[in-house]
């Protein structure tokens, strides 16, 4: 019989041992030790791998709501709540034509919780593309696009379009008539080479129209491929290329030396708030800037001492978390006031009428109603290639990191408005009224009216304001200003009129209490 | 940073507000928790907690009695008011069976809206309260129902001998007398579903002689041959379920089968009805219905006016009243055999799908009306639609006259093909027995027998050439240039030019049809000069060398 406290000295060990389990578990996960010196504060940034995406110090210029007003963080949050919800919602689809309606009821109906999940994430993945977009427009006001960010920029837009893409699949998911039709829409896009490879009477032999249909659809006709390559593309693979270029975008802002900021940001903070100026460097640096030396290019600290920086830790994660706080706050206020619509079991035989494809895209529809190859190919190559180019044309540096920044600024930026507004709202309005080249001439071969309509007089009269805006200001910055500013403007206005204002068989009604009843 | 930190607070507290509210609204706030809240049961207040039926036979899991919680296993005691009371009685008690296999609607969903299906868009919605008998057509198939005027002769013999003075059959009949007597015969309204005593009359008679006193001397009467048989008919169609019975026997002298078919028998023309009851709301136009979107609304309307509310359709409108159309609405809607395990599969269901035994009786009014009377009537008259081909008249006694029955029979086993008619034997799935049935039954309502013919079948020598000009004429604005049919009926069918005699022919065109657009031409008529014998056997001729050359 012996004690316990007999023991030799490895049972005390142990269970020393067995207590300092907590304190040491605590000690090897932070390895740092708590982030209350600016140093460890440092260590806790580059030592966490989902942190050290972050540069260790923010400027605070970039920490002002007016820099950014969080709309990449926003973005970024809605896509985290779209996963997660839309992990949640995995658990209980079945991405089969019919199975997938009956699952979907399921999840409305009958999952505790369901509805609300199904919301938030219709509701996060709306709020992520109203993001992007504005995200981008702020990265363009403040000409952020500029060297050294030229590249980050493309990514963004390769970030755009996975967005929308994103979104695009997942709208077929729920199979009913609203998904249904609303991807028979998207698909027929995809084919609207053939109107040009048909007046040209070589789609016998070159029909990239149907090559691209036939690859989204795996058919001919939305159905159960169709299906599973939507649910791939929205589950798998979109979601991955998202992620991966979401790193790279982010790497880039830190290798690209932070967030955007004009060059005499420090004077202007200094200025205002000398007495706030954060104590840099409570203890003397344990590292050099080895690394940081063999960095090219402007790096924000290389040769320039980090005044008006604060630390990451806990600064800029407080805005971080609290936009994604916001974002959430967002998406479950609107899921508990708005349900996403089913509407009926899809069914081939009865189209819907009118079928509208998703709200970002009924701007495109609406040009797609003129001209199905120029709406839905032609002038959205042109605006990205045109947006892809920004950077690259725009070689300036007046105005870099300031709202409405460069030549113009502001008042050019407001002219445009009127003018971006103006020539759709009186082009579609025309339009409507008077009709175009087809109801005039009904014999008029295809060409011309695939050329000429009122999106690509559209495109082309923006594109004629944009040189003016060049010439007159003397500056590639004017140009893009207006340019980009007329290019908001006719997505704002085609997409609303593509929304409340298109009825069946696509005609102007001045509101649905007017659709023709049956 | 102050600001940042507020934002944080602010919004994490907010979205914990809203998911905490959720969250309440989800677990607490439910209906079916205040329903059950006033839920007493003898030992007090029920525990408020989400109850189900769970059947994995009948693949059941019904929440119906979170709200309706007496009608849940163990729990008929249970009471607070309408939404809990217990089911009324019924064969299969709720508790084991579950609800929505009867009801339809949706047995996982746990509030009202949802688990009735009176959202939009929703794919199967609970039968409404009314057509609620149509829900035994999950499991049940009512065998042997005749057309409705015999089940109504049925129905009246068993009240007019005043069997109701004892039996009690679906709620009727069957009083307690103050006497303290009554109610002495056993229930009969499902007589047929668990089976009775074959020889009930015979036991009847003893007891009428032996017993002293009461109804058996008073009330009992011995019945006559053909009423014993009427009583059996009826019996046979007790499965308590006399609105579905009844909606059948509508069902089944309206025709339908004629062009749809259910379980493999009836024509091909129209959709296969097996399980019409199931149709989705959503997969139907309703432009053309009045009233709210259900598909109750819908069959009723396309009863009504089938080709405006299905654009293109070529169904002939039936002549009903209101209340058959809602029958015909009850019945399309029990059309929603589900399949079931083996230990599930009810007698009757067996016995029509195992030993074939019919749906329908097998006399001739009723295999008649079930497959015909669509398109020649219920009188055999023949009918007209808008739009459709006329129907030929099959009881007109011009016609009757000069047709044997082995006429008959073959046009209806084979059908006329390229037509409407499919061949009944083959393709409807009648059996011959039936087909007979159906020519008696042509006999009776046309009233007329064949007249004797003392010439063989074929006998016109005539040369087709001369017929030939006179059918151009005179036949083909009616018949069609080839005799292929147009207003009138096709006459270049092979099975007709088969099975019809030259004396079937001649005389047709001699005599013509009284009732119809087929005039004689013995005679002249306004529009056509009269023809001679001779004339006619050409004409026979050429009807005979068209034959040939399909």
């Known amino acids: 019989m012996t004690p316990v406290d007999a023991g030799g000295p490895a049972l005390r060990e142990f269970v020393e041992n067995l207590k300092a389990v907590p304190r040491r578990l605590k000690e090897t996960a932070f390895r740092t030790g708590p982030p209350v010196t600016d140093r460890t504060r440092s260590t ?52 089969f034509p019919d199975v997938a309606y009956q699952s979907m009821k399921d999840i409305h109906f009958v999952v505790p919780t369901g509805r609300l999940i199904r919301n938030i994430h219709r509701w996060s993945a709306n709020v992520m593309v109203i993001g992007v977009i504005l995200h981008m427009a702020r990265a ?65 032999y070159f029909d990239p129209g149907g090559f691209q249909k036939l690859l989204l659809l795996g058919s001919d006709q939305v159905g159960a491929e169709a299906l599973i390559r939507f649910y791939m593309l929205h589950v798998m693979i979109l979601p991955l290329v998202l992620a991966a270029l979401m790193a790279v975008h982010f790497w880039r802002i830190r290798k690209d030396g932070g967030l955007v900021r004009p060059p005499d940001a420090d004077e202007r903070l200094t200025k205002k708030r000398a007495e706030e100026t954060y104590p840099v460097f409570t203890e003397a640096p344990a590292k050099t800037y080895h690394l940081a030396a063999i960095v090219r290019g402007r790096t924000p600290n290389v040769g320039r001492g980090p005044e008006n920086t604060v630390p990451s830790m806990p600064h800029l994660f407080y805005a971080e978390l609290g936009v994604l706080m916001f974002t959430l706050l967002i998406c479950v206020a609107l899921s508990l006031v708005s349900d996403a619509p089913l509407k009926e079991l899809a069914n081939p035989n009865v189209p819907e009428n009118p079928a509208k494809a998703p709200w970002y895209f009924l701007g495109l529809q609406e040009m797609v109603s003129f001209s199905a190859f120029m709406g839905g190919i032609a002038i959205p190559a042109i605006v990205l290639l045109g947006l892809a180019l920004i950077p690259y044309l725009d070689r300036e540096t007046k105005g870099t990191g300031e709202w409405f920044g460069g030549p113009g600024g502001w008042p050019l930026v407001r002219l445009s408005l009127l003018f971006g507004l103006a020539v759709p709202v009186l082009l579609e309005a025309f339009a409507i009224r008077f009709g175009w080249l087809r109801e005039w001439f009904p014999d008029i071969p295809q060409l011309i009216v695939t050329f000429i309509n009122p999106a690509t007089v559209l495109t082309a009269i923006y594109a004629l304001y944009s040189i003016w805006c060049i010439r007159r200001y003397e500056s590639a910055r004017a140009g893009a200003l207006g340019l980009f500013t007329c290019f908001l403007c006719g997505f704002l206005v085609l997409t609303i009129i593509g929304t409340y204002f298109r009825g069946p068989n696509w005609e102007f009604f001045w509101s649905p209490a007017d659709w023709p009843q049956h | 940073m102050k600001k940042n930190k507020y934002l944080l607070l602010l919004s994490s507290a907010g979205t914990l507000l809203l998911l905490g509210a959720a969250a309440v609204d989800e677990n607490f706030l439910k209906e079916w928790r205040r329903i059950q809240s006033q839920g007493q049961s003898d030992e007090g207040a029920i525990p408020v907690q989400l109850r189900q039926v769970v059947n994995e036979g009948l ?94 002769r049925a129905t009246l013999a068993f009240e007019r001998l005043d069997c109701l003075a004892c039996h009690r059959v679906d709620g009727r009949g069957g009083t307690v007398r103050p006497d303290g007597g009554g109610m002495e015969g056993p229930d009969l309204s499902g007589a047929s579903l668990s089976g009775y005593d074959r020889d009930w009359y015979a036991k009847h008679l003893i007891k009428s002689r032996t017993e002293p006193a009461g109804p058996w001397t008073k009330t009992f009467q011995p019945v006559s041959e053909p009423d014993l048989k009427l009583l059996g008919a009826y019996l046979e169609t007790r499965v308590a379920a006399p609105d579905l019975v009844q909606a059948k026997s509508v069902f089944l002298s309206t025709g339908c089968l004629g062009c749809h078919q259910v379980s493999g028998v009836g024509g091909d023309d129209g959709p296969d009805l097996s399980i019409a009851g199931f149709k989705d709301p959503g997969q139907v136009s309703f432009e053309h219905v009045p009233g709210s979107r259900v598909m109750e609304n819908w069959l009723a309307e396309h009863f009504r006016a089938p080709a405006s509310v299905v654009i293109g359709s070529q169904m002939p409108p039936a002549p009903l ?47 008649y009306g079930a497959f015909c009377a669509g398109c020649h009537g219920m009188d055999g008259l023949g009918r007209r639609a808008p739009g459709l081909a006329a129907f030929p008249s099959v ?30 034997l083959r393709e409807g799935g009648l059996t011959k027995d039936e087909i007979d049935a159906v020519v008696s039954h042509l006999r009776t309502i046309g009233g007329t027998r064949q007249e004797p013919d003392p010439r063989p079948a074929r006998w016109v020598t005539a040369s087709p050439d001369a017929g030939e000009r006179i059918f151009e004429s005179v036949c083909s604005g009616c018949h069609g240039g080839q005799g292929q049919g147009a207003e009138g009926p096709s006459l270049a069918n092979p099975v007709l030019l088969e099975t019809a005699t030259d004396t079937y022919l001649t005389e047709t065109i001699g005599r013509g049809r009284r009732g119809t657009a087929m005039p004689g031409f013995h005679s002249p008529s306004p529009v056509y000069p009269a023809l001679t014998q001779d004339d006619i056997a050409s004409v026979v001729a050429h009807l005979r060398s068209l034959g040939g050359k399909k």
């Open chain 2, 321 to 367: 009243a209101e209340r058959e159309i809602r029958q015909l609405t009850l019945f399309t809607q029990s059309l929603r055999r589900k399949e079931l395990r083996d230990a599930f599969v009810p007698r009757d269901r067996v016995k029509a799908t195992k030993f074939g035994e019919r749906e329908f009786a097998s006399d001739g009014a009723t295999v």
């Open chain 2, 395 to 424: 009881a007109n006694p011009d016609f009757l006259a000069l047709v044997s029955d082995a006429f008959l029979t073959e046009s209806v086993t084979r059908g006329r093909p390229g037509r409407r008619m499919p061949g009944w």
């Open chain 1, 44 to 95: 806790f940034v580059f030592g966490n791998v989902f942190l050290h995406l972050h540069s260790v110090r923010t400027h605070r210029w970039s920490l002002r709501w007016t820099t950014t007003m969080g709309l990449g963080i926003m973005t970024f949050a809605a896509f985290l709540i779209a996963l997660v919800t839309g992990v949640m919602l995995m658990f209980y689809y079945k991405p």
């Open chain 2, 59 to 152: 693949g059941v899991s019904d929440r119906c009695v979170s709200c309706h919680v007496a009608m849940g296993p163990g729990e008929q005691s249970v009471r607070g008011g309408e939404v809990l009371a217990p089911h009324k009685p019924v064969v299969h008690d709720p508790a084991e069976y579950g609800c929505t296999v009867c009801h339809g609607g949706q047995g996982l969903a746990t509030e009202k809206d949802d688990a009735h299906g009176r959202v939009h868009f929703w794919p199967e919605p609970m039968l409404q309260e009314s057509f609620s008998y149509a829900g035994c057509g999950t499991c049940h198939i009512a065998l042997g129902v005749p057309e409705k005027t015999q089940l109504q």
């Open chain 1, 140 to 204: 363009f006001y403040t000409a952020a696009y500029r060297r050294p960010r030229e590249y980050n920029w493309l990514i963004g837009i390769g970030l755009l379009v996975t967005t929308l893409g994103l979104s695009f699949t997942g709208y077929l998911l729920p199979w009913d008539q609203l998904a249904y039709w609303a991807i028979t829409i998207g698909a027929n896009i995809a084919q609207s080479p053939r109107e040009v490879t048909d007046a040209l009477n070589i789609t016998d």
